[in-house]
Every structure is written in structure tokens, then in C-alpha cells.
């Protein structure tokens, strides 16, 4: 009986051992899980991985070799060819063996220094209202909720394509409003960002330019490029070519009429205007022609337009100069077409608006240096005065 009870109350105890064991476990310090080991607490905050921001860019381009020709030694800069004479027209000729001087034709110097071949333009501010075409590089920037740094080019259909953004139409939008635009097709899908679109590389536009040009022939010009950029390139009209009425051909129709003198006397370019992918520039025949010799700032042969009058063909020549005699010019004319003759004509209001002709040669003479009323007093005396 006394074994039964000893064994009794050791069964006992190692039960009550377990049950308080499991009891202290199950009973943890606040804050830590029951039946975890100390340290794990139940309001730790559980670990979330870190929200990305969309990100938007160009794939990495792969490495080229460099071409054959960059590994071969640098070749010496070619030496500047020297510059052919210029053009000169048989009334050049004619007036030249008439005074004995060679008078260039007015504003042909201007593209003496022309360049042979067309340097795009570059670097350059893009005007706001320029017009976004195929062809042209659109460089997107965005931060805030989603991060871009995309270069897109415009395909022929006028669309350019944004990955997780989409197709934009962005063909004949004006540069000033090409930012808002994109804006608004991007906030379709993202939120809480700024936007910033700029021009890269621009469009090329194929021109042609055809008649008395100096170097006619087919140019690639950059989209800002304008009539007047485009007559640069073709050096300007030949010695038969005019300069008073170089036309802009656009299909079936003539955008603008170009009068050069109006830049050369006046500084007007007001009719120049931006060329587009097939234009047609028509440089006509040399009109009317008609000379200025003598007294004059800048003698020239200059060509007519319209009824020029003998006081405007004195203008195009800069005016008398400071020696000039205004009671004395002659006119050579050539008298339909048939013999030369001479007039003598006094330079006063009525004979300004005397109307000149083609084949004129107008001399202004210059004031002799004697004097009408006075004694020149000279050799060996006190004082040599007049």
C-alpha cells in the first residue's frame, strides 16, 4: 500500500512539472508571442516591400565597332580650292568697254562667300510656332510618380509610341503647345507628375531649286530652313539669273515672290517664309539693266523693275558722294535698240523722276577741283593761300 502511494505521488508530480511548464509557455510576456522564443513580439511591423516608380526609358543601345575609316591615320585637311572668277553678262562687257570699268552687278557679292554645299542648322532656338512633323525627335521627360527619359521620332504617320503610355498624334502640333498635348495623353494612365517635351534631332526637307541659280539642283535642307537659307545654299542667281523676283513654287501655286533688293536696300525679309518637303525654287531670267557710274557711293549695274525712275536708280547706288556735282550727269542710252545716244540732263526734282531705261549707263560727274573765284597763291612767299 505504501509502494502504490509512492508511486502515486511521483506520477503526480512530474505531471504537475509538464502542466506548469506548458502553462508558463502558453503565458508569455506582454507583447511577445505565446510559444515563440523571447524577442519575438506580436506588434512588430511586418516587412513591405518598397513600392517602384514606373520607369520609362530607351533600351540600351548595343556597342558598333567604329567604321574602317576611323581606324585609318587621319588624312591632312584639304587646302581650300581658290575661287573661280565671277560670272560676268555681256552688258558687263558692254559698259566696261564704254568707261574702261568693271561694275559688278548689285548684290551678287553677297554669296560670294555662299557655301558649296548646305551645313544644317543646328543649335539653334526652335520658333514656337514651328509645326511637328514625321521625322522629327521628340525628347520626353517626366518625374514625380512615374520617371520617363524617352526619345521618340515621329513615324510618316505623324505618331509617336510611349511604352506604358501608348500612340500620340502629335503631327501638326506647334512646338509652344507640343508639351501640353503629350501631358494630357500620359495623365490618362499616371498621376501627380510633371512633364517636360523638347526637340532633338529635326526633320530633313528635299527642296529643288531650278532656273538662272548659280548651283541648281536637289538640296536636303533642315525643317527650319527658309527661302532665304535655301537661296544661300544654291549661291544665289547666276550672272543671268534674276535677283528682283525669285519665286517659291509649293504644287500648283506661288507661295511668295522674293525681291532681293528689298533685303539689300532695306533690310525687309518679310516675305521670306519656311520651306516644306517638296518646294520648287524658280530663280527667272535677268529683267532690265541699267548702270551708274562716277560720283556715286556704290557704282553698279542694277536691274529694273517696274517704271524705276532716274532718282530711285541713284538711290540703289548709295546716292552722290560729297564731290558730286548735281547740275552735270550724262545718260548713254541705247536708242531701240538700233544706235547709242548721249543726253546731258541736270540732277534736279525733274529730272529724278525721269524714267530710265534698259541699257542706260547714267554718269554722274564730279566737281572739279579748281575754284570760280579765287587766286591761288604759291612759290616763294610769306604765306601760300587762296
Request: proline content about 8%; some cysteine.
Amino acid at each position: 500500500m505504501q509502494v502504490a502511494t509512492k508511486v502515486f505521488w511521483s506520477l503526480f508530480g512530474a505531471v504537475a512539472f509538464c502542466g506548469a511548464t506548458a502553462h508558463a509557455q502558453m503565458i508569455a510576456p506582454p507583447g511577445q508571442a505565446p510559444g515563440l522564443p523571447g524577442g519575438a513580439f506580436l506588434n512588430q511591423p511586418a516587412q513591405v516591400p518598397a513600392i517602384q516608380t514606373p520607369t520609362i526609358t530607351n533600351p540600351p543601345a548595343l556597342p558598333q565597332k567604329p567604321p574602317a575609316d576611323l581606324l585609318k591615320p587621319a588624312a591632312e585637311p584639304a587646302k581650300p580650292a581658290a575661287r573661280a572668277p565671277a560670272e560676268r553678262n555681256e552688258f558687263q562687257q558692254f559698259i566696261e568697254a564704254s568707261t574702261g570699268q568693271r561694275l559688278p552687278i548689285f548684290g551678287l557679292d553677297l554669296f560670294e562667300g555662299a557655301p558649296s554645299t548646305f551645313a544644317p542648322v543646328e543649335n539653334i532656338a526652335v520658333p514656337a510656332d514651328y509645326v511637328i512633323g514625321p521625322g522629327d525627335e521628340l525628347l520626353v521627360r517626366a518625374w514625380g510618380q512615374i520617371d520617363v527619359d524617352y526619345r521618340a521620332v515621329v513615324d510618316r504617320n505623324g505618331t509617336i509610341a510611349i511604352p506604358r503610355v501608348g500612340s500620340i498624334n502629335v503631327a501638326g502640333v506647334k512646338y509652344e503647345d507640343l508639351t501640353n498635348f503629350v501631358r494630357a495623353a500620359v495623365s490618362r494612365n499616371f498621376r501627380n507628375f510633371e512633364l517636360l517635351v523638347t526637340l532633338g534631332q529635326l526633320r530633313a526637307v528635299q527642296i529643288f531649286v531650278v532656273g538662272y541659280a548659280r548651283r541648281p539642283g536637289s538640296y536636303t535642307v533642315s525643317s527650319l530652313s527658309t527661302l532665304m537659307n535655301a537661296i544661300f545654299s544654291a549661291g544665289g542667281p547666276s550672272a543671268a539669273g534674276s535677283m528682283r523676283g525669285i519665286q517659291l513654287k509649293r504644287g500648283n501655286r506661288t507661295v511668295t515672290e522674293l525681291d532681293m533688293y528689298d533685303l539689300l536696300l532695306t533690310g525687309d525679309k518679310s516675305k521670306d517664309v519656311a520651306l516644306l518637303p517638296g518646294d520648287v525654287i524658280y530663280f527667272p531670267p535677268i529683267g532690265p539693266l541699267a548702270a551708274v557710274a562716277g560720283s556715286v557711293n556704290q557704282p553698279a549695274i542694277f536691274e529694273l523693275k517696274n517704271n524705276t525712275s532716274l532718282g530711285s536708280l541713284v538711290g540703289y547706288a548709295g546716292g552722290m558722294s560729297t564731290v558730286a556735282q548735281a547740275r552735270q550727269a550724262t545718260i548713254e542710252r541705247i536708242d531701240e535698240r538700233r544706235a547709242r545716244i548721249v543726253e546731258q540732263v541736270d540732277l534736279d526734282f525733274n529730272a529724278a523722276l525721269r524714267p530710265v531705261k534698259d541699257g542706260d549707263l547714267v554718269s554722274v560727274l564730279a566737281i572739279p577741283p579748281k575754284f570760280e573765284n579765287a587766286v591761288t597763291l604759291r612759290g616763294k612767299v610769306a604765306t601760300q593761300l587762296r
